[in-house]
């Protein structure tokens, strides 16, 4: 095991490495198609982490990225400014703090930042270490942040970077298929650099654009484009910080194993539990929980990826059938063979699946679970939950989805944490009809004072005519 800084190197195999602080690797996809990871996971012996008990989240963030970013290009000092900033917007000092269900059961609250989402802990610190490469580094070129997003993500990425010196932000959105509050997030900032648009399509349609931009040799040439959206390698080692913090919190004895159940959708989350528990964190079940898109628990039942279409459901941000993360699992399931990656992709845009072989599913077996919540059973947990706790415990449908998992994932003789991903004032439509039914009425979970101080301001919006590079590099 190399005791040396990890660098990044592709999925789909190349024989460039790059560092975590070059702006390279912030852009959409390197020349191959493949997805950025660790050349090695650093170790945190069991030592360690009992050295790490009692830190503050800001603190045990900086022990843990510091593995990743090597003091010659971020120094201690300045990596200890940009975290306690970035996670000063939080709501609470604790930043995800943890609440019990019962014995042995928890929640780790994700959503207590600016757009009470989970997105907002991995962007909050993006937003200002980005503002601080483009700083240190000589970019001859414009810097754009370019990104298309269903909701959650653009939402959580302009609060992420909005007034940040030097850098512009453009946010491609489908008009009329966000919801009313992710809409009033993204377009009522009044922040210079950032710029909304209203797109005439799908969600896909934005994502394609994206990636056309991002792979135009006319536009990288103009600009130096960054990526915000969940395979963005920074994101992700960001989350693993806060199954640290809460493994630390929880464990009776360091070494003793936590089971985790996550709410999923591209597979970000989850994967950041599995980079944890390689360094060494003593996790144990991964719980993947799902809405009706099911692709990943399906594929823990057959060995087989096979893509079917997206069903709209009451929790959206998990409406995903391609879960673009779970490529970088892939990646580590074969051994790090980058070249059966590219074949599986390959075979998964060709033909809609590909399988695994029988050991590598029993590998996946051992490292995940995977559980399916309905629409009922998602409504039914928030109405329980709700109940059981006197209505002080409420979730969002996501969050539901996550706690239904644990429920049926848990061996009672092992902690469980039920990651909750957003605040259910986001969602009022689904979770007060959860409510009604356990007759709790005008519940203060229902809202939340930063989206009312939403309502009635200015919006600043501006409308993409038609899905061609030619219109977007107007507002580049
Ligand atoms: C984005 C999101 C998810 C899914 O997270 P992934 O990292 O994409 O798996 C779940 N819940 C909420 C509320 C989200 O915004």
């Known amino acids: 095991m190399p005791h040396s800084?990890?660098?990044l190197v592709s999925t789909r195999g190349s024989s460039q490495?790059?560092?975590?602080?070059?702006?390279?690797?912030?852009?959409?996809?390197?020349?191959?198609?493949?997805?950025?990871?660790?050349?090695?996971?650093?170790?945190?012996?069991?030592?360690?982490?009992?050295s790490w008990r009692g830190y503050s989240f800001p603190v045990l963030a900086q022990a843990v990225l510091s593995l990743y970013l090597p003091e010659t290009t971020i120094s201690t000092d300045d990596l200890k400014r940009l975290l306690e900033k970035s996670f000063s917007t939080f709501e609470d000092e604790r930043v995800t703090p943890i609440v019990t269900i019962d014995a042995n059961f928890h929640l780790l609250e994700l959503y207590r930042g600016p757009t009470l989402s989970f997105k907002d802990i991995a962007l909050q610190f993006l937003g200002n270490?980005?503002?601080?490469?483009?700083?240190?580094?000589?970019?001859?070129?414009?810097?754009?942040?370019?990104?298309?997003?269903?909701?959650d993500t653009g939402s959580a990425a302009i609060a992420g970077l909005e007034g940040k010196t030097g850098i512009k932000v453009v946010i491609l959105y489908p008009e009329?298929?966000?919801?009313?509050?992710?809409?009033?997030?993204?377009?009522?900032?009044?922040?210079?650099?950032?710029?909304?648009?209203?797109?005439?399509?799908?969600?896909?349609?934005c994502q394609t654009l994206v990636k056309e931009a991002f792979a135009d040799k006319d536009v990288q040439a103009r600009f130096q484009l960054l990526g915000i959206n969940s395979i963005n390698i920074v994101r992700i080692?960001?989350?693993?910080?806060?199954?640290?913090?809460?493994?630390?919190?929880?464990?009776?004895?360091?070494?003793?194993?936590?089971d985790y159940s996550v709410p999923t959708g591209n597979f970000g989350d989850i994967?950041?539990?599995?980079?944890?528990?390689?360094?060494?964190?003593?996790?144990?079940?991964?719980?993947?929980?799902?809405n009706c898109n099911d692709i990943l628990p399906r594929f823990l039942n057959t060995g087989t990826y096979s893509l079917n279409n997206v069903v709209p459901t009451i929790s959206p941000s998990m409406d995903i059938q391609i879960s673009s993360n779970f490529e970088r699992y892939l990646y580590e399931l074969s051994g790090r063979n980058s070249e059966q990656v590219a074949t599986w992709m390959h075979q998964l845009n060709t033909e809609g699946s590909f399988s695994v072989s029988s050991t590598e599913l029993a590998q996946a077996r051992r490292d995940f679970s995977g559980y399916v919540a309905t629409r009922d059973g998602c409504l039914e947990t928030i109405a329980q939950i709700a109940r059981r706790?006197?209505?002080?415990?409420?979730?969002?449908?996501?969050?539901?989805?996550?706690?239904?998992?644990?429920?049926?994932?848990?061996?009672?003789?092992?902690?469980?944490?039920?990651l909750a991903t957003a605040h259910p004032a986001?969602?009022?439509?689904?979770?007060?009809?959860?409510?009604?039914?356990?007759?709790?009425?005008?519940?203060?979970?229902?809202?939340?004072?930063?989206?009312?101080?939403?309502?009635?301001?200015?919006?600043?919006v501006g409308k993409l005519s038609m899905f061609t590079l030619e219109a977007l590099l107007k507002y580049l």
Request: a neutral charge; hydrophobic letters at 40%; aromatic letters at 8%.
């Open 5 to 7: 800084t990890p660098r």
């Open 237 to 258: 080692l960001v989350q693993t910080v806060y199954y640290f913090y809460s493994y630390l919190r929880l464990a009776k004895k360091i070494g003793d194993s936590i």
């Open 176 to 205: 009329g298929r966000v919801s009313l509050v992710q809409e009033l997030q993204m377009i009522t900032g009044n922040s210079a650099n950032v710029t909304c648009l209203a797109c005439p399509g799908s969600f896909d349609e």
């Open 426 to 460: 986001k969602f009022p439509d689904a979770v007060s009809k959860a409510l009604d039914t356990v007759g709790i009425k005008n519940s203060p979970w229902l809202s939340h004072p930063s989206i009312t101080a939403l309502v009635g301001r200015e919006k600043n």
């Open 17 to 50: 490495c790059e560092d975590f602080t070059s702006l390279k690797v912030q852009g959409l996809c390197p020349e191959n198609g493949g997805l950025y990871v660790p050349s090695h996971f650093p170790h945190v012996g069991l030592p360690v982490l009992e």
């Open 129 to 151: 270490f980005l503002e601080y490469l483009v700083q240190k580094q000589t970019v001859d070129k414009p810097v754009v942040v370019l990104g298309a997003t269903s909701g």
């Open 389 to 418: 706790s006197e209505g002080t415990m409420v979730l969002d449908p996501h969050s539901a989805i996550g706690v239904s998992a644990a429920i049926q994932a848990r061996n009672h003789d092992i902690p469980i944490v039920s």
């Open 271 to 290: 994967l950041a539990g599995y980079y944890a528990k390689r360094m060494g964190l003593p996790l144990g079940q991964l719980v993947i929980a799902a």
